[in-house]
Each structure stands twice: as C-alpha cells, then as structure tokens.
C-alpha cells in the first residue's frame, strides 16, 4: 500500500485494520487520548508520504514495518512547533533484519586514533539517513517497562541535532520556561540535564565495577549527554510514570519542550 506514497500529493490513508493493530503491539501508542491518537494517525500518514524505507540484507519492507516505525517516530514531534519540519534534513530510513556491526574511529586527546567495531541497533547521521533494526523495533512493543525504544532513540538525536551537533539540548523556542533568551534557555535546560547525567553516570559505575543495584534507565545513556538525552527520551515517552519517578526534574524540562501546551 505504502510503495508509491513519495508520488503522492494528499495524505495516503491509513487502514484502521492498519492502524489499530499498530496501537495494540505499542501498547504505549494505544495509551494515548483519542484525539492525540489521531492527531498521531494524520502525522504518521504525512511521515509516509514524505520518507522513503529500504531494507538491506534482503529484508522486505511491509506496510507493518512502515507503520509501525512512522507511528513511533512522529511521537516525539507530535506538539513541536513545526511537527515534521524536525525531520526535513533526510529522507532515507534504513532498516536491518536484527542489530548491525558498525565502525568506529575516534581520536583521543593525545591525537592517537582508535578503530574499533560497535554492534548497534539504531544509529541517526546528521543530514543522513537513521537505520533501525526491525528485531529491535519489534522489542519495543514488550520493553516499555525498561522503557526501551530504538525508533524514539534514533529520532531523539535527529531532533537534538536541528543545532549542528548532538550535545544534549535541542534548539529551544523563544521565550523557553520563560527565558529571555537562546542562551538563557540553553542554561537553564543544561541546569537540569547535565547533573541528572552526571548522577546517572555515578549509579551506572558503582552497579558496574562495585555491585550496586544498577539504575532502572538503560546504560548505555551513562556514555554521553547526548546518549543521556535520547536513552531519557525514550524513557520519557513510552514508561512516564517509572521516568517520573527517577528524574522529576528532566520531567518538568522535556514536558516543557515536548509538550508545551499542556506544560
């Protein structure tokens, strides 16, 4: 049904057959209000229209792959100002049969380059494409208790990336929790963000080289603000009431920033 949608002019339709077993496996989608569910339908439909899936490894892509990552990804946009406009740096979305083995080169201080080779699930290019793992994206309809979501992840730090560089904050509109300023607002989102990282990452060492009762968030959010911000995210959307719990403050924050008119 899917295939020709980038020809198209008006939104395609989504069946509700479609589209309602899409809100059953993401339980957390199916949670939402009817009218934020359909509000998620119409932007889901223009994310179809707009971006094009391929499937390397033969892996096919069927209506319910495509569905099922539209839905997930345009949760995060879903009250932004400019909705889909977030995503206009790339059209290509890349999906892999399970997780991939990516290279990786970093230079450290002392100028000494290391390669080595990472298995991901998920990985956003800034002004490139975002690959996903279906495994993984098929795990996110039984991991909302651990608050996993790759697709949420991914599309995460395209959003914190609209300013250039993955570090945490995404640009924020005028006038942010009542900030005069761009700069204002930046500290003030760094205010909350970077100690709640810095304790994250405190707990995630002490449960990994000392036995303490590790933290509920996935660690993998203790190797960098950035990965702090998507892990959180993730968090945010699809558990809220364990994210609640555990950061209050990064609560108030992303609820200011994502959903703003109910802030």
């Known amino acids: 049904m899917f295939k020709w949608l980038r020809r198209l002019r008006t939104l395609p339709p989504i069946p509700d057959a479609a589209w309602r077993a899409t809100l059953t496996r993401y ?4 949670a939402l209000p009817s009218a934020q569910q359909q509000q998620l339908r119409t932007l889901a439909a223009e994310f179809l229209r707009d971006k094009e899936f391929h499937g390397t490894q033969g892996f096919v892509i069927t209506d319910e792959v495509a569905l099922a990552i539209a839905a997930q990804a345009v949760l995060p946009v879903l009250h932004l100002k400019d909705g889909l406009d977030w995503y206009d740096d790339f059209v290509g979305i890349v999906v892999h049969p399970s997780e991939v083995v990516a290279p990786r080169k970093v230079v450290d201080d002392a100028l000494v380059v290391h390669e080595y ?3 991901v699930a998920g990985e956003a290019m800034d002004q490139g494409p975002v690959m996903l793992s279906w495994q993984d994206v098929l795990a996110s309809s039984v991991s909302s208790e651990g608050g996993y979501n790759v697709v949420i992840h991914e599309f995460a730090h395209k959003i914190d990336m609209r300013n250039g560089v993955a570090d ?9 929790m009542g900030r005069r300023s761009a700069r204002e607002a930046r500290a003030a989102w760094m205010a ?3 100690p709640a990282y810095d304790d994250f990452r405190e707990k995630t060492i002490l ?13 993998y959010g203790a190797t960098s603000i950035s ?13 809220r009431p364990n994210f609640a719990r555990d950061f209050p403050a990064v609560l108030v924050l992303f ?8 802030a």
């Open 207 to 219: 449960a990994e080289r000392f036995g303490a009762e590790p933290p509920w968030l996935d660690d």
């Open 168 to 176: 945490g904050c995404p640009p924020l509109p005028a006038g942010f």
């Open 117 to 119: 080779e990472e298995v």
């Open 227 to 239: 990965e702090f911000f998507a892990v959180a995210c993730e968090a945010y959307f699809v558990n």
């Open 192 to 194: 909350v963000l970077q």
């Open 255 to 262: 609820d200011a920033f994502f959903r703003p008119a109910q």
């Open 27 to 30: 339980a957390f989608l199916g």
